[in-house]
Structures are given as C-alpha cells and as structure tokens.
C-alpha cells in the first residue's frame, strides 16, 4: 500500500495543508511498509478539497474507487475554517479525519479484516504521535 497527497485548495488555506501533507505522508507511508499493509496492491491517493464555504459547493467530495489501477482516490472536502483560523493541531487533525474513511474501501481491493483494522490503528496513532511532532515543529518557527 502507498500513500500519495496533493490538494485542492484556496489560497488562504494552502499553506497550512501544506504543512500537514509534508507531515502526514512520509509518516503514513512509513507506517504501511512496517506492517501487513505494504502486500496490499493498492495506492491511496489523498487529494482534500478546501475551499471556503461560499466555493464548496463548486468543489464537491468525489472519492472513487479503480479497481482495475490498484487506486482508491481519496477526495473528500475538508472544513476550511480550521485550515486559516486553527491552530497546526487543529488543521492537523482535520486533514487525518479526511483520510480515515479511506478503511473501510480497502476491503474493495482485498484487504483483509485485519488489514483495514491496522489501517484504523495507524490513523489512531497518527492524530497522536503527529499531534506531538507538529507542536515542536510549530514550535520552533
């Protein structure tokens, strides 16, 4: 299984996602090699849409499962205000909700019980230990 990000944003809430994808996808994908996940023939393509609320509705959700590319297409619209008014922990974990529902489709590429349950554990750890990395980081701006 691998992990790839990108976005579809406004302007004022690029700069914060940005810094939650450089966080968020190195981690993920260290995480899916480490486990039962890296024999999944899978690639989860992350792409949030964060726009602000008088654009949303222009922008839509459109997550897709291709079955046949070995891609699940992960485009779910975020909540905007966090990603300008939040604070990092805040965009953070808003980011990482975008990507948990993202489990429960593994199973359409053959992922077992046990598999979409380690994905769930890993995002699990993700809101905690990437919470903790995001405060130092932030930190020291």
Not at 5 to 34: G, I, M, Q
Not at 57 to 85: E, G, H, M, T
Request: with cysteine.
């Amino acid at each position: 299984m691998q992990f790839w990000a990108s976005c579809e944003t406004d302007l004022a809430a690029s700069k914060a996602e940005d810094r939650c994808r450089k966080l968020v996808e190195p981690y993920l994908n260290e995480r899916f090699d480490a486990c039962e996940l890296v024999s999944l023939d899978v690639k989860l393509r992350y792409i949030p849409i964060i726009m602000r609320p008088d654009w949303a509705l222009n922008y839509p959700s459109r997550s897709k499962a291709r079955i046949s590319q070995r891609v699940y297409d992960c485009s779910p619209q975020l909540d905007f205000l966090p990603f300008v008014f939040g604070t990092p922990e805040e965009q953070l974990q808003e980011y990482l909700r975008g990507i948990e529902a993202s489990g429960a489709h593994l199973k359409k590429f053959g992922a077992t019980i046990d598999q979409v349950e380690t994905f769930a554990q890993i995002m699990v750890q993700a809101h905690a230990g990437l919470a903790k990395r995001m405060r130092r980081e932030t930190a020291g701006l």
